[in-house]
């Protein structure tokens, strides 16, 4: 029996498979990533507060870096709720209202993300090449629009995408074999023609990765030596950060039969858990080590005893509804 559903029926939901298909792992991922999002909360929160209370943090590449700690609590808080929901709820149901919201949210932040790199590989291009026109080029009339901009092209691009995917018309089962409504797990299910689809990403990914790219080797043969000294942390965060999406959005799919199908859903799946999860959890941490001003400011505000109570409050504004499923889960240490 064939299912055919549209934008046209809102009350339509989705089977998000997760890790259904392997249980023994279920339990140590929701350990994992409960713990990587705790810490991404964390650390990026402590980055947002340094750039903003230390003096010597003012200038616009602690701003967007500011950016960056903000879009990944978002990022990670889209969807990580709904990974963990998962693993609580094998074969979770999902309406086809929230499939879409989360589906745009998380296209729109992976996006944006792509923007800001760029954007501050350009700050650091012209702080390392021409120092002594910086203050002139990157005043605040000019890095704060640029920041906009960054979230402005990763939403159009999103909602864009979201709105093309949602029309399509949709067969089979409603299973979606993926943690969340990740657009391309979607795409898979339609009986439609998607060539405006596949078309779309690809000019996407061409604006997204290819001019991104450019100003980052742009940035690596101007500055040589020096942009390695001095930007290693921001060269570090974008080769994890595009080398799994990638993987994810870019590798060619697999035409040996003995990798079998779910072999190779699964490390699809596992892919866009590491740059949805782990990438922001190591952004702080990659930004504080390789960054002496950073990790002066971060040590000055340890050392104060409103800290503490900051993070316990910050922790329960961000606490998502799956925390009291937490008392009723058996973990397997």
């Not at 140590?28 to 650390?43: C, S």
């Not at 086809?96 to 800001?116: H, I, K, N, P």
Request: aromatic content about 10%; glycine content about 6%; some cysteine.
């Amino acid at each position: 029996m064939r299912l055919e559903i549209n934008a046209t029926s809102p009350l339509v939901g989705f089977i998000l498979l997760g890790l259904s298909a392997h249980p023994r792992l279920e339990k140590t991922f929701f350990v994992l990533i409960l713990l990587m999002y705790l810490v991404t909360l964390l650390g990026n929160e402590v980055l947002i507060l340094v750039t903003i209370l230390d003096s010597l943090l003012q200038n616009p590449m602690y701003f967007f870096l500011r950016n960056l700690s903000f879009l990944d609590i978002c990022y990670t808080t889209s969807s990580v709720s709904l990974v963990l929901d998962g693993f609580l709820a094998p074969q979770e149901t999902i309406s086809f209202s929230t499939c879409a919201v989360q589906m745009f949210l998380s296209f729109a932040m992976a996006g944006t993300e792509c923007v800001l790199l760029s954007v501050m590989a350009f700050d650091r291009y012209v702080a390392i090449c021409n120092p002594l026109r910086y203050p002139g080029v990157m005043s605040k009339a000019v890095y704060v629009p640029m920041a906009a901009s960054s979230w402005a092209i990763g939403g159009v691009a999103s909602l864009v995408h979201t709105s093309l995917a949602i029309q399509l018309a949709l067969c089979g089962d409603n299973i979606i074999n993926h943690f969340t409504c990740e657009i391309l797990a979607v795409l898979k299910l339609a009986c439609a023609d998607i060539s405006i689809n596949v078309i779309g990403m690809g000019v996407t990914n061409v604006i997204f990765w290819g001019r991104p790219s450019s100003v980052h080797l742009c940035l690596l043969s101007e500055g040589r030596k020096k942009a390695f000294s001095t930007c290693s942390a921001h060269l570090t965060v974008v080769v994890i950060f595009y080398g799994t999406l990638f993987f994810m959005y870019g590798k060619p799919k697999s035409k040996d039969p003995l990798l079998g199908v779910d072999k190779e859903d699964l490390s699809d799946k596992l892919i866009s858990l590491f740059y949805g999860v782990v990438t922001p959890t190591l952004n702080p941490i990659i930004y504080s080590l390789r960054n002496k001003d950073v990790k002066a400011a971060v040590r000055k505000l340890l050392s104060q005893k409103s800290f503490g109570q900051c993070c316990r409050r910050s922790l329960l504004w961000f606490s998502p509804p799956w925390k009291k499923g937490l008392q009723s889960l058996q973990l397997p240490f």
